[in-house]
C-alpha cells in the first residue's frame, strides 16, 4: 500500500471500516437535518439489534436516566435525551464495535481509553452549557485520536512495524512519518472532515486564534487525560489543574477534587458503553466489574413478551406523561418491530380522503415514506380502504391472499410486495385516523396467532392512547 494522508484515509474509510463511515454520515445527515424526525432516527438505529440494545443499555444508564424509570424504546429514548444526545451514543457504540475487536493491540486500548478519559472531563467541563453542547463535547474528546485508534485497529503489518519502530525507543513522530508517511492527527483531522464529526473536532484539531468554549474544553480534556498519566500531584498535572481552575471558575483543589471524580466516572461510563476492556488503562482508584459486551442478536426478530408488556405499559402512562400523537405512534411501531417480531411495520396517517404513511420501520422500508400516497375513496379497492370497511384488525394469511389479490394494485405491490400481513384501521371516536401495516416479509417466515393477538392490543391501546390525549385537550 502506498504511503501518505490521502492512502490511508481511503483505506480506512473504504476498505477497513466502510460500515462505520456510512452509519456515521446517515446519522450526521439526519441530526443535522430540521425536517428530521425521531422515526428516521429510530429506523436507522433499529436496522442493527446490536446497535439498539447498546444504545438502549446507556439511555438507562444513571448519567442519561437518573431517575431509573425505565427506557424501553428508541424512539423514547430520543425524545428524553434528544437527537444529539443519541448521535453521540451512536458514534461510541459503532467506534467501539467497529474497532475494539476480540483481541485488541494494548496502543489500541491505551488510546482509547485516553479517548474515554478525555470525552468525560471536557463533558464536565461545559457542564452549564446545556446538553447538546455536552454531546458534541464528549463526541469530539472521544474521537480527537481517532486516527491513532483506526491505525491500530486496521493497520496489520504496518501497525507491527511501527510497534517495533516504538520499542526501539524512536519517537512516535519519527516513526509513523517513516511507516505511514504522515502522523495519526493528520489522519483524524482527514476523517473528521470526510466524516462530517463536527465543528467542535475539527477545530479542536486545528484551533482558530479564538477558540470556543466548546474547542478548549475538547483541548482541556484531552490534555487531562494525558497529563493524569503522570500522576495527579506531578509537576505537570498541576499546570494542567490551574488551566482547569481559569476556565471553570475552581480553586486548585477544587480542579484536583472535580478530575479525579471524573477519572473515576470515565471507568464507570467506559463499562456502560461495552469497553470494560480499557479499563485498568484509566487512572482511577476505584475497580468496576467488568462484564463482556453483549453478542450481536441474530438478523431474525423474536418477540418479547416482556418488552411488549413495558412498552404497552408506557403507552397507558401517557396521559400522566403528556406525551404528543407522534410518540404514541412511534413506541407503538417499535413496540411491534421489536416486542412483536415483526420485521417490516408501518403507520399512515389519513387526511383529505388520503393514506401518507408517516412512520416505518423495518429492512427495505427505507422508501415507504417517500410521496407514497393511497386513494381511500368508496371507488378504491386496496387492503388499506378493506381495513376502513373491516373497522377491525384483518389478518392476510395465505388464504386470504388469494381471495384478496384485486387489493393489491400495482402501486402497492411495488411499495410492499405480496406477503401475508396484518393491517388494521384506528379510530378516534367516529373518525378513522390512520391505518397500521406489519408483515415478516422475507426474514421472519409465517405469522403467528400470537403476533396477531399482540397486534390487535397495540392497536387498542394506541386508540385508547389517543382517546385519553383528545379528552385530556377538551
Not at 244 to 250: D, E, H, I, K, P
Not at 262 to 276: K, L
Request: aromatic fraction near 6%.
Amino acid at each position: 500500500m502506498a504511503k501518505g494522508l490521502k492512502a490511508w484515509v481511503n483505506k480506512l474509510s473504504r476498505v477497513d471500516m466502510p460500515v462505520l463511515a456510512t452509519i456515521i454520515k446517515e446519522l450526521n445527515e439526519l441530526t443535522g437535518s430540521d425536517e428530521s424526525d425521531v422515526n428516521q432516527l429510530a429506523a436507522v438505529i433499529l436496522k442493527d439489534a446490536n446497535l439498539t440494545s447498546q444504545v438502549l443499555r446507556i439511555a438507562n444508564s444513571v448519567h442519561y436516566n437518573p431517575s431509573n424509570f425505565p427506557i424501553n424504546t428508541v424512539s423514547r429514548a430520543i425524545v428524553l435525551i434528544g437527537f444529539k444526545g443519541v448521535r453521540a451514543i451512536c458514534i461510541s457504540v459503532m467506534v467501539i464495535d467497529s474497532l475494539l475487536g476480540k483481541e485488541p493491540r494494548e496502543h489500541l486500548l491505551a488510546a482509547m481509553a485516553q479517548g474515554f478519559h478525555a470525552a468525560v472531563q471536557a463533558r464536565n467541563l461545559v457542564r452549564r452549557g446545556g446538553e447538546e453542547i455536552r454531546e458534541e463535547v464528549f463526541i469530539a474528546a472521544l474521537l480527537y485520536h481517532l486516527g491513532a485508534m483506526a491505525f491500530w485497529a486496521c493497520g496489520g503489518e504496518y501497525a507491527d512495524e511501527l510497534d517495533s519502530l516504538l520499542q526501539e525507543g524512536v519517537s512516535e513522530r519519527e516513526a509513523t512519518e517513516e511507516v505511514i508517511g504522515t502522523s495519526f492527527k493528520a489522519i483524524t483531522r482527514a476523517l473528521a472532515g470526510v466524516w462530517k464529526l463536527g465543528e467542535a473536532l475539527e477545530q479542536a484539531l486545528s484551533p482558530p486564534k479564538s477558540p470556543s468554549s466548546k474547542v478548549l474544553a475538547v483541548c482541556l480534556g484531552d490534555e487531562i487525560s494525558r497529563k493524569s498519566k503522570h500522576g495527579w500531584s506531578s509537576p505537570d498535572m498541576l499546570v494542567t489543574l490551574k488551566k482547569v481552575a481559569r476556565f471553570t471558575g475552581l480553586s486548585i483543589d477544587e480542579a484536583r477534587e472535580t478530575v479525579m471524580a471524573m477519572a473515576d466516572e470515565a471507568a464507570e461510563v467506559a463499562v456502560t458503553y461495552g469497553a470494560a476492556k480499557l479499563c485498568h488503562l484509566l487512572p482511577t482508584s476505584n475497580n468496576f466489574a467488568l462484564e463482556t459486551a453483549p453478542e450481536p442478536d441474530s438478523k431474525l426478530i423474536k418477540s418479547d413478551p416482556q418488552l411488549q408488556l413495558n412498552i404497552l405499559r408506557d403507552l397507558s402512562n401517557t396521559l400522566a406523561e403528556k406525551l404528543d400523537v407522534n410518540t404514541i405512534f412511534q413506541m407503538v411501531l417499535e413496540g411491534l418491530h421489536r416486542g412483536v417480531g415483526l420485521e417490516r411495520v408501518a403507520v399512515g396517517f389519513i387526511h383529505n380522503g388520503k393514506l401518507k404513511i408517516r412512520y416505518a420501520l423495518g429492512e427495505g422500508t427505507e422508501k415507504w415514506r417517500e410521496n407514497v400516497e393511497f386513494s381511500l375513496s368508496k371507488q378504491e379497492d386496496n387492503i388499506f380502504t378493506h381495513a376502513l370497511k373491516a373497522n377491525e384488525p384483518l389478518w392476510i394469511n395465505k388464504t386470504a391472499k388469494t381471495r384478496l389479490k384485486q387489493l393489491y394494485c400495482p402501486k402497492l405491490l411495488a411499495l410492499v410486495g405480496f406477503y401475508p400481513a396484518f393491517v388494521s384501521n384506528v379510530r378516534l371516536g367516529k373518525r378513522d385516523v390512520g391505518i397500521f401495516y406489519a408483515d415478516r416479509w422475507n426474514l421472519g417466515g409465517r405469522l403467528e396467532k400470537e403476533q396477531f393477538a399482540s397486534f390487535c392490543h397495540f392497536v387498542l391501546q394506541t386508540q385508547v392512547s389517543l382517546q385519553h390525549l383528545s379528552d385530556n385537550k377538551s
